[in-house]
């Protein structure tokens, strides 16, 4: 492969002038560089994640959410029972395990936190009853050794159907929250401020090397104390391990509709935003996420970018970045209705408020302009980077 492509490049070059052939070589030292630089730091991927996200909602709510979440695959990072992560990521129907204090968890649910088990619909099952009483069944399978768990109480409540899309769609989730043909069984307990519940659930779930670390886990711990948060631990089962997620939101009423100017730290209360030093053994770019969402019933495009924008590459109709070292934004897409933005921190630890600054209309941000030798130099190391886009998608299963 490398012989290919080696003579790919020499055949480039012959079609040179010498000018362009002196660049290209020139190019290759500093990719070379670069490329044993950043992997002389074993650029790694950890499976603890921390995601601060900010959702503009113009198109139907007119809010603005603000969440930091903590998330993993492990449970050592996040602790689940092995047991008790095996028997419910083995049983087909269970999509979902949610504990939340979030209001009205589902329709009809007043001032009571609640645990969701979030169950496939049979298809067999023909009928209301019928459907109710088979996704209850499943769910009293867990629910008693879920109380455990979390040091709760839950009591059952109703068995709610998911009958529309719609959220899903909009943010492009991956619908085992509330997506159709999935049946939530809803159990409840007494409301309880997010404050404590944070700090109980996240004493018996995160382990002290991360508590203690900071970053995101300290920002989450100080938006508990504002009265509008609300916390949410889910589990979500996949292939061969589950997705363990610990969020705190806080929710902006109304403030959506009049913002031109964004400034992501400003709905999370701060002045910089410092990684956890969970990180600070290894190069993790890409573990640490800062990602912006706007939703607009109008097209709009993303314009005076106050930080750097990441040079990125085309993958599988994705942007990825082509160099993983440099701190930035990268939005994809930049103009129309949905507009997102993700940041890392690349060799940085830490970001402040005026670098993550940006606003919506204006002019565009002009692209970098990549040579075509760069590409091919470039190229190279774009299959490793790829495999971590995954950690990119913040909110996406």
């Given at each position: 492969?490398?012989?290919?492509?080696?003579?790919?490049?020499?055949?480039?070059?012959?079609?040179?002038?010498?000018?362009?052939?002196?660049?290209?070589?020139?190019?290759?030292?500093?990719?070379?560089?670069?490329?044993?630089?950043?992997?002389?730091?074993?650029?790694?991927?950890?499976?603890?994640?921390?995601?601060?996200?900010?959702?503009?909602?113009?198109?139907?709510?007119?809010?603005?959410?603000?969440?930091?979440?903590?998330?993993?695959?492990?449970?050592?990072?996040?602790?689940?029972?092995?047991?008790?992560?095996?028997?419910?990521?083995?049983?087909?129907?269970?999509?979902?395990?949610?504990?939340?204090?979030?209001?009205?968890?589902?329709?009809?649910?007043?001032?009571?936190?609640?645990?969701?088990?979030?169950?496939?619909?049979?298809?067999?099952?023909?009928?209301?009853?019928?459907?109710?009483?088979?996704?209850?069944?499943?769910?009293?399978?867990?629910?008693?050794?879920?109380?455990?768990?979390?040091?709760?109480?839950?009591?059952?409540?109703?068995?709610?159907?998911?009958?529309?899309?719609?959220?899903?769609?909009?943010?492009?989730?991956?619908?085992?929250?509330?997506?159709?043909?999935?049946?939530?069984?809803?159990?409840?307990?007494?409301?309880?401020?997010?404050?404590?519940?944070?700090?109980?659930?996240?004493?018996?779930?995160?382990?002290?090397?991360?508590?203690?670390?900071?970053?995101?886990?300290?920002?989450?711990?100080?938006?508990?104390?504002?009265?509008?948060?609300?916390?949410?631990?889910?589990?979500?089962?996949?292939?061969?391990?589950?997705?363990?997620?610990?969020?705190?939101?806080?929710?902006?009423?109304?403030?959506?509709?009049?913002?031109?100017?964004?400034?992501?730290?400003?709905?999370?209360?701060?002045?910089?935003?410092?990684?956890?030093?969970?990180?600070?053994?290894?190069?993790?770019?890409?573990?640490?996420?800062?990602?912006?969402?706007?939703?607009?019933?109008?097209?709009?495009?993303?314009?005076?970018?106050?930080?750097?924008?990441?040079?990125?590459?085309?993958?599988?109709?994705?942007?990825?970045?082509?160099?993983?070292?440099?701190?930035?934004?990268?939005?994809?897409?930049?103009?129309?209705?949905?507009?997102?933005?993700?940041?890392?921190?690349?060799?940085?630890?830490?970001?402040?408020k005026e670098d993550l600054k940006f606003s919506l209309g204006g002019s565009q941000p002009q692209?970098?302009?990549?040579?075509?030798?760069?590409?091919?130099?470039?190229?190279?190391?774009?299959?490793?980077?790829?495999?971590?886009?995954?950690?990119?998608?913040?909110?996406?299963?």
């Open positions: 492969m490398y012989k290919i492509r080696i003579n790919l490049i020499i055949s480039f070059l012959e079609k040179q002038p010498m000018q362009k052939k002196i660049l290209f070589l020139t190019l290759i030292v500093l990719a070379g560089i670069s490329t044993n630089y950043a992997y002389s730091q074993e650029v790694g991927l950890a499976t603890f994640q921390e995601t601060a996200q900010i959702i503009i909602d113009k198109s139907t709510s007119q809010n603005v959410t603000a969440s930091i979440t903590l998330q993993s695959t492990s449970i050592q990072e996040i602790k689940i029972s092995a047991e008790l992560e095996q028997k419910i990521r083995e049983d087909e129907r269970v999509k979902a395990i949610i504990l939340t204090n979030q209001e009205q968890c589902i329709l009809g649910v007043v001032n009571q936190s609640c645990i969701m088990i979030n169950v496939e619909r049979n298809p067999e099952d023909k009928g209301i009853i019928a459907i109710q009483d088979s996704s209850k069944e499943i769910a009293e399978l867990y629910i008693d050794e879920i109380n455990q768990a979390l040091d709760t109480n839950a009591k059952f409540w109703a068995v709610y159907l998911h009958t529309v899309d719609e959220t899903n769609k909009t943010l492009e989730t991956s619908g085992v929250i509330s997506g159709r043909g999935i049946i939530s069984v809803v159990y409840t307990m007494p409301m309880e401020d997010t404050n404590s519940m944070y700090e109980k659930i996240s004493a018996m779930l995160v382990p002290k090397i991360i508590r203690g670390g900071g970053g995101f886990y300290d920002v989450a711990k100080d938006l508990s104390f504002d009265e509008r948060s609300k916390m949410t631990f889910s589990l979500i089962p996949l292939d061969s391990k589950s997705l363990l997620q610990l969020k705190l939101s806080v929710d902006y009423p109304n403030k959506a509709s009049t913002i031109s100017d964004i400034s992501p730290l400003e709905f999370l209360k701060i002045e910089n935003l410092k990684r956890s030093d969970y990180f600070s053994l290894g190069f993790y770019p890409l573990n640490s996420i800062i990602q912006v969402v706007v939703l607009s019933p109008e097209n709009t495009n993303v314009s005076d970018i106050k930080g750097n924008i990441i040079p990125t590459q085309i993958i599988d109709n994705e942007k990825i970045p082509t160099d993983i070292t440099k701190e930035g934004w990268i939005f994809d897409p930049d103009e129309g209705q949905r507009i997102q933005g993700k940041y890392i921190f690349g060799e940085k630890i830490s970001v402040n692209p970098t302009e990549f040579d075509e030798l760069i590409v091919v130099v470039i190229i190279i190391t774009i299959v490793a980077i790829a495999a971590a886009m995954y950690y990119l998608k913040g909110y996406k299963k």
